[in-house]
């Protein structure tokens, strides 16, 4: 049987051939499909082929500009939409087709970039530098994933004494990796984690395990803060009792925010804040990495795919998003790198400095489809819960963000450095002022937990995020947090605003006793 079309145009010539739902295709076709995501040497010529041959079925491009065409997805239909009639897709899949021909080559590029970027590692370390590592007991959590087994794949080389994974007995490995100890144990479990310390006495660890899908996060918010933010406290208590010389903790680049609603976003800038106030206390060495995008385990990628497979539209959050990316790969050098160079008493973040240029949605959504040959209409759905439309106007600065990691924000940059270990990575020393009112929100927050309602937690970890972001300011340099302030005043004057970022600015011009003076 024939895949359904849906006629655009009024000519068969125009016809466009939808995937169609998974239920009614048949196991080889969906077999055959497949294969191509897992191609990670794909080159952009070999996408250009076959999207021409996709697009040698419909007709010829005509002469709306990119800028048109986007207006028109939006009025064919407008965010927020959580159901979409028929007529609807339709309209969608003929301007997806228009949008197709005009960006093809540029669709095509982009998608063969992000699946190139799976093959890419930073420079090798120096072999002294190695040593580091080399005969410790080294503890990683949420090994089986992604990350982890990237991680513990350059972990094994340096051998180890003993190599040991943990996490949750939901979390399967994704691939064994020789010499590893795999352990199930829930991190939030206080108990389980300070027998497993005691037992194994890891002189080395590597925190990764995490709740990080930031649209889940939305909908388990107890779940997110109980394994983000107190899984992380009962791992630094444990590995304080138990003489732990070495804790470095997986952040995101997302914690760069002055200020985040957002469950996720906000849980790890919290764990980040844990790992900081512990590795100031000087008697463990502590350092955080922070990733974006990591394209071996890609959420967005797994979404437009099964949109495509269920004959779905494509959900966008607008048409002028764009990610950066990076590699597993990448991901467990920059882990190791932060090990390699955390010192007592001197806690630091650390980021890949140039991470290529970011990848733009609306071209991988296309691009996706054109390789599978299966295209989706696209709808711009708006920014669902998790994700942030627009960054604070103060976040970076020019004066020191264009010469450091897109993933520090201009308080950080303003006070970076290159790494010591390697020449692709930056680093900076972050400093929290120290505050009662941050200890206390924690308290209320952990409180919060025990009930486990989700009004109640949002609102105890919002009180908890604007606590930290007054620390952070009054822990940052006066200059950059001027600069700052006069930048988001500029802004204020012709960009319209959320409540958040004007609270924000608000904020900080309070830690600013003398203003702008």
Known sequence: MDDPQIRVGGSPESNFQFARPAAARTRGEISKTKPLLAEPRLQAPTLLHRGDRQLAKFTQPGTTSREQLIEDLRQ???????????????????????????????????????????????VPFDEPALRGLRGETILVTGGPGCIGSALLDELAKLQPTRLVSIARGLSQPLRRVAGVEYIEVDITSRDAIDLLFADLRPTVVFHLAALRNPELAERAVARTISTNVFGTECLISSARRHGVRLFV????????????????????????????????????????????????????????????????????????????????????????????????????????????EPADLLDLALGIGLALGRISPLYLSGFEAGYEEQPHPGLYDPLYSIEFSPLLNGLEAAGGAPSNVSPEIDRVE???????RVLESLEVLELSCLDSDSDDLRQALNALSWELLRAR???????????????????????????DHLRTTSVLDASLPDGLD
């Open 430 to 436: 972050i400093g929290w002022a120290e505050d009662q």
């Open 76 to 122: 064919a239909a407008p965010p927020g939409q959580v159901e979409l009639d028929e007529r609807v897709v339709q309209r969608l899949a003929a301007i997806t087709i228009e949008l197709g021909h005009h960006h093809r080559q540029r669709a095509l590029e982009t998608f063969a970039r992000f699946i190139a970027t799976t093959d890419r590692g930073l």
């Open 473 to 499: 300011l009054d822990g940052s340099p006066v200059d950059a947090r001027r600069r700052a302030l006069r930048r988001s005043i500029a802004a204020a004057k012709f960009l319209p605003l959320s409540q």
């Open 249 to 356: 903790y997986a952040s995101t680049g997302k914690a760069l925010r002055f200020y985040t609603p957002d469950v996720y976003a906000a849980s790890k800038k919290v764990g980040e804040w844990l790992v900081s106030r512990a590795g100031s206390e000087g008697a463990m060495a502590c350092a955080i990495a922070r990733f974006t995008h990591v394209v071996d385990n890609s959420i967005v990628r797994r979404k437009i795919v099964n949109w495509g497979f269920d004959g779905s539209p494509v959900r966008l959050h607008g048409p002028n998003v764009a990610f950066y990316l990076q590699s597993a790969r990448e991901a467990a050098q920059l882990l190791i790198s932060a090990a390699l160079e955390a010192e007592n008493g001197a806690p630091f973040v650390q980021a890949i400095r140039n991470l290529g």
